[in-house]
């Protein structure tokens, strides 16, 4: 997908209490951390798929609906919109700084304790939050849907957690209750460090040369692979042909890099061809994560979504089957030239907040700040960014035309959809 983004990064751990051990039921009211309602074994939640991020609708304490981005490896629960729950008397008890990838400083947050959350049959009761305060990272312009906060870690500690992209939907299993069958898929180990999953089960294939890659399983990167050079730069040059890209956000802020297409990548038994892989720059992200000497890069969901897959943390596995229809889909970059932020109450007003220089869309006369109106005859408030960004990096050689509003006059411009790397 054209916009990604780096959930990840050293962030202070708020344990939550363990839930009820095995035996006699205990009544929900007087359990603690995540647990399913009525004792059940099992449950489904559905969720949103925006610019390849996981979107989970919760509520906490007495908020209306929120949405939430699950997040393999963030260790707390993060508000990262604070006046989504302003309303609320919370009982904040100290403050803190959250670091993590990106060219920016550290955040500040406030800890906010003993809060409740819901979407479904999932409760958390006793749950502790960390509220930003400010909403610096602006999620919602980028996702292009209102974005409340980050989630992910007590989940997956939780539960067996299967994501289902074809019917997006979230399966969580108590772990006593799941057990591993052949028909699942393939099953490979992970190891869990600092809260996040790590995987052996990933090569770089370049001709004759195999090169190992331990990576982060990052549900939190809408990218399909970010390789980090800065301390590998000799087991993992630059492919010949590269372009300089804004590859997304961190914690700490932006993170720019360059992007290039890797020859073969296999995944446990599973090979992808000509992969598109991000490589941020040193300022960005190797100086900021200093505590993971082995770590070599991430996954994020545009390769995950090609399979169905299962985190189970307590075992220290996961499981992937691929799913056909998707894996047959060729890794693209968007072919225009144009990045895209969402504004307005309901985000649905789609301003060009940068431009590649000597893209399609550059030389057709776009500039940052034009106001998109309509593509190919449709107004875009009925079509979501990812809707967007979807059309643009499929089908090179397609024309596209955009009327966008430029200091209150209409513009039109035309051009051919090019593949950019």
């Keep these: 997908m054209k916009t990604i983004f780096l959930i990840i990064g050293s962030i202070w751990l708020l344990s939550s209490p363990a839930q009820a051990r095995p035996g006699k039921p205990t009544p929900d009211k007087d359990r603690f951390g995540f647990f399913l309602a009525g004792n059940r074994s099992w449950t489904r939640i559905p969720f949103q798929l925006h610019s390849n991020l996981i979107i989970i609708p919760i509520r906490i304490n007495n908020s209306d609906t929120l949405r939430f981005i699950l997040d393999t490896g963030v260790s707390s629960t993060i508000v990262t919109d604070p006046a989504a729950i302003s309303k609320q008397k919370l009982n904040y008890t100290r403050k803190v700084k959250l670091t993590g990838a990106g060219e920016g400083g550290n955040l500040t947050a406030s800890v906010a304790i003993d809060n409740h959350m819901s979407v479904g049959a999932l409760r958390a009761n006793h749950h502790n939050i960390v509220v930003l305060d400010d909403d610096v990272l602006k999620l919602s312009e980028y996702v292009g849907v209102p974005i409340h906060g980050i989630f992910g870690y007590d989940l997956f500690n939780s539960f067996v957690v299967t994501i289902d992209f074809q019917s997006r939907e979230i399966i969580l299993t108590r772990p006593d209750k799941f057990s591993y069958r052949k028909r699942m898929g393939e099953q490979y180990p992970i190891v869990i460090q600092d809260t996040k999953p790590y995987t052996d089960a990933m090569v770089l294939v370049e001709g004759e040369k195999i090169t190992p890659l331990r990576v982060i399983l990052d549900t939190g990167a809408g990218h399909a692979l970010l390789l980090d050079r800065t301390r590998h730069p000799e087991t993992l040059p630059l492919p010949d042909r590269i372009i300089r890209a804004q590859l997304g956000r961190g914690l700490s802020g932006v993170i720019n890099g360059s992007m290039g297409r890797l020859q073969k990548i296999r995944f446990g038994r599973f090979e992808m061809n000509n992969i598109l892989a991000s490589f941020p720059d040193s300022l960005a992200f190797g100086t900021k994560l200093i505590n993971t000497p082995q770590r070599i890069g991430n996954v994020g969901c545009e390769l995950l979504r090609r399979f169905r897959v299962?985190?189970?943390?307590?075992?220290?596995?996961?499981?992937?089957?691929?799913?056909?229809?998707?894996?047959?889909?060729?890794?693209?970059?968007?072919?225009?030239?144009?990045?895209?932020?969402?504004?307005?109450?309901?985000?649905?007003?789609?301003?060009?907040?940068?431009?590649?220089?000597?893209?399609?869309?550059?030389?057709?006369?776009?500039?940052?700040?034009d106001e998109l109106m309509f593509i190919n005859n449709t107004a875009v408030v009925e079509m979501t960014i990812s809707d967007i960004y979807k059309l643009l990096q499929r089908g090179e050689g397609k024309e596209v035309t955009m009327v966008v509003k430029r200091n209150g006059q209409m513009a039109l411009a035309q051009f051919m959809l090019k593949r950019i790397i």
């Design 310 to 369: 299962t985190f189970n943390y307590q075992e220290k596995y996961i499981i992937v089957k691929p799913i056909k229809k998707v894996m047959k889909e060729s890794f693209e970059h968007d072919m225009s030239g144009v990045e895209l932020k969402a504004k307005g109450t309901q985000f649905k007003n789609y301003y060009i907040g940068h431009i590649i220089e000597g893209s399609p869309a550059d030389l057709a006369g776009l500039v940052e700040g």
